[in-house]
């Protein structure tokens, strides 16, 4: 099966009815110079349409949510969870200018209008920094040293909590969870990543 070749910086959550909101959203984001992924049209042949979105979600630095004025759909919500459980970077914003009815899930962020985007970039653009080749040695080194895999890492937070205080503290740098976990997928994504130990991989 053919690997979708692209990663991306911003993957767009959105309802098809603010489809056009979605794409004014990604149009400002890519004036920032970022990658977005939007819509299925963009998908590499020879890859599923749900393989291709999960590893875009996967891949992807941080979520814009287009808010609609509704309640959210099911696939909405579902792709807001995945998210959340991979502790991606959640931005929120909306072409209306008041909510009713904001869903739970989405009370917890800040709703911005559309006229906002710049900012928005601006945000994702500076957690996105490239790694230096020194930053590479000590991530890889703190990976190493939890023997838990990136995918694990996304079920265990005390297992990330440890390898993101590790890292900061010999790279020197002030990093998040969700942003090291954007630097590893990539990484793993170029086999920079150290294979870890057999024995440190079926460590419970």
């Known amino acids: 099966m053919a ?38 049209e963009q998908l590499s042949p020879g890859m599923s349409i749900e393989d291709s979105i999960w590893q875009a979600m996967a891949e992807s630095h941080a979520f814009v949510v287009v808010v609609p004025e509704a309640i959210l759909s099911s696939w909405l919500a579902f792709e807001l969870g995945a998210a959340k459980a991979w502790n991606k970077p959640i931005y929120a914003v909306s072409a209306f200018a008041a909510h009713n009815n904001i869903p739970v899930s989405l009370r917890d962020f800040q709703i911005l209008p559309v006229s906002r985007v710049d900012e928005i970039a601006q945000s994702i653009t500076n957690t996105s920094a ?8 000590h991530l890889g080194d703190a990976y190493a040293a939890t023997g838990v895999t990136v995918d694990q890492l ?32 990539r990484l793993r994504k170029q086999a920079k990543l150290p294979v870890l130990k057999k024995r440190n991989m079926t460590k419970r």
């Open 3 to 40: 690997k979708n070749s692209v990663t991306y910086d911003v993957f767009i959550v959105y309802d098809r009815r603010d489809a056009q909101t979605a794409a004014c959203v990604a149009d400002v984001l890519r004036t920032h110079g970022l990658t977005v992924f939007l819509d299925v």
């Open 154 to 185: 996304l079920l265990q937070p005390q297992q990330l909590a440890a390898l993101v205080k590790q890292f900061n503290k010999k790279s020197g740098r002030k990093m998040s969870g969700e942003q090291i976990m954007w630097h590893m997928l």
């Open 130 to 137: 490239p790694l230096s080749e020194d930053d590479i040695v």
